[in-house]
């Protein structure tokens, strides 16, 4: 099956699972890295906001021995998960009062995202942009609570750009702390159950010291980099400057400059690995960064 035949079936099938009064779409949708994909969109008669469940994942669980039938039985399970048992007051989403204190940041590539950036409210940073999002850990009504922030909705705030970052600044930190620990560590936890990996692991006698940065969440993490004293703290506790791993736009990894290859290397690492293991909508950047110590800046 093509996916375009996956997608018409489904929307066939849902369509004649739902009563005639429910529209049922599928939107194509603008995300990272210039990613589009299809949304399919389920609003019921007299319902004012609906979950949007992306085709193009369920698709892919084809390739992992899941049948058509299975998908879309998963799709109607994800539905009736997702939608909101009531009607939403948006007034805390629209109200920048109601909203402010769920302001917060993230990172994403400046020419990936040519595109996105047209429509969306945003500040350059080295190659970079940082964009800003709604975020609610306990909503109620959308059960992940992500909203990116987009040009129309900043007009209808009837606020300018730097007192949304500023807003932001104030928020990420404490809505979303920073997480750091130690690559051996990780290591350990998720080998656990692996005890010849586990010692094998806890015999490397002089590891070279990584550590990976993201937030609390593991959402957006290598926004993290912009909390104030993070890598500068780090950096002091190692006492040499970093090479920032961009992992991906959830996290980052730090190595001090005096165990690192060269630059260079690090540089085709980082590209081969998000070639084979990062989804395209999660790629960061394809270089690394440089953390100064001296100048407490990042560099690239």
Not at 19 to 28: C, D, G, L, V, W
Not at 145 to 159: K, T, Y
Request: aromatic content about 10%; charged content about 25%.
């Amino acid at each position: 099956m093509t996916y375009l035949e996956f997608k018409e079936n489904i929307l066939h099938d849902i369509t004649l699972a739902f009563p005639e009064e429910t529209s049922i779409t599928i939107r194509s949708i603008l995300k990272n890295n210039d990613t589009r994909l299809d949304g399919l969109v389920i609003m019921e008669q007299d319902a004012n906001i609906a979950p949007t469940l992306y085709l193009n994942h369920y698709f892919k669980e084809l390739d992992n021995g899941f049948t058509y039938q299975e998908m879309l039985f998963k799709i109607k399970q994800d539905y009736e998960l997702f939608k909101p048992t009531s009607n939403v007051d948006i007034s805390f989403f629209t109200d920048y009062q109601k909203a402010q204190d769920h302001i917060v940041y993230k990172l994403i590539n400046y020419e990936k995202n040519i595109d996105l950036l047209k429509e969306i409210p945003h500040v350059h940073f080295m190659d970079l942009a940082i964009v800003f999002y709604y975020l609610h850990l306990d909503d109620s009504y959308v059960r992940n609570g992500m909203v990116l922030i987009r040009n129309d909705l900043l007009e209808s705030w009837n606020i300018s750009i730097r007192q949304l970052m500023n807003k932001a600044i104030e928020n990420t930190p404490i809505t979303l702390p920073s997480n750091i620990i130690s690559m051996q560590d990780m290591l350990k936890t998720l080998l656990q159950d692996d005890k010849e990996l586990e010692q094998i692991i806890a015999e490397d006698k002089a590891p070279i010291p990584m550590y990976v940065i993201t937030n609390t969440e593991k959402i957006n993490g290598a926004a993290v980099m912009l909390y104030p004293n993070v890598l500068k703290n780090l950096a002091q506790t190692m006492k040499s400057d970093l090479y920032i791993i961009p992992s991906s736009v959830h996290e980052i990894i730090a190595i001090p400059q005096s165990h690192a290859k060269d630059k260079s290397a690090l540089d085709e690492m980082v590209v081969e690995v998000n070639q084979d293991q990062v989804p395209d909508e999660e790629i960061l950047s394809d270089h690394v960064y440089y953390y100064s110590l001296e100048q407490d800046q990042i560099i690239y």
